[in-house]
Every structure is written in C-alpha cells, then in structure tokens.
C-alpha cells in the first residue's frame, strides 16, 4: 500500500511505501549521496560519469534548491528506508511537455536487489498520476541495465525503442532503451 501524505504548506512532498519513503533532499545528504553518484558501479547506469565529492554535494544542493522554485517542474526526492531516515537512493519526476514527465532512479549498490528500486519507483507513479495528473511518465535505460528494465516492465511500462546515441557517459555514446506508461495503463 502506497501512501501519499499532504504536500506541507512549504511545498514538500513525502511519499511512503512498503519498503521505502521519498523525502526532500537537505543539505546534510551530500555524503550519503557521494557513495551512490561517486561509485562507479552505479553510474556505469546513469547518464553522467561518477561525481566527486564536492560535486555530489553541488548536486544536492541544487535539488534542494529546484525543489523551492514555484511552479515545481521537478520532484528530486531522497529514498531512504522506512526505518532509518538515511539516504539509499534517489528517485527524480521531471515535468515535460503537457502531462508528461522522465522518471530516473538510482539505489546505492549495498542496497542492490531489496526491492528498493521497485517499491520507491511505484510510490512516485502514484504520485505522478495521482497528485500530478499526468498523463505519461517515459524512462529511458541503458540497454545493458537489465534489473532497471525489469523494475519498469513489471511495473506496466511499455518499450518503445532504442534512442541511439542518447547519452555521452563514461567517456563514450550510449544508447538508451525507452519505456513510457500511460495514466490509463497505470495498476494501483
């Protein structure tokens, strides 16, 4: 069961499932999530090369900062576990177009094939057809990320194709398997 509590007069969204929360970022994440943006294991998924330190904590910052902007065109949120108030992962609702939105997500690799990834990337599809109204939510994946894949399809999303060249990471081109849900596809 998927929770949603009241968006805070301040803006903030916190999300709850049943193994994850997704809370706003603060600033003191910056460490926590330098063990996930600055592993290599990770990154060799996401469309950037490790971060240092410092640009983790850049990148951190920034969220925190997006997340003040009104209207909100970006929903960057820290996955933590239920019990413990630590960061684990992220997960990232950017609006675009009419209704629409990229999904992203990354988990620690500690934290690798708990489910977290699965139960965190329900609760924001809940959020983005609910709350937001959406009407489509895409994710695109590198085509050799075969757990990422599998947590969308077992979610309902649909592959629809191959972006060549879609993103420049780890000192090269990468392809990038696209996969997109519809508000009316959407299993709650």
Known sequence: ????????P??????TGQRTRLREFVSADGAAAYSIVGDDRVTKFLSFDSRSPAAAQEMIDGAVQRSKSQPRNEFYLAMTQLDDDGLIGF?????????AAKLGYAVAAAHWGRGYASDAVSIMLGYAFGSLSLHRVTAAIGPDNAASQAVVEKLGFVREGVLRDHVFTNGAWRDSVLYSLLHDEWAT
């Open 1 to 8: 069961m998927t929770t949603t509590e009241p968006t805070a």
């Open 10 to 15: 301040d803006g903030e969204v916190s999300l």
């Open 91 to 99: 997960c990232r609702l950017a609006l675009t177009g009419v209704k």
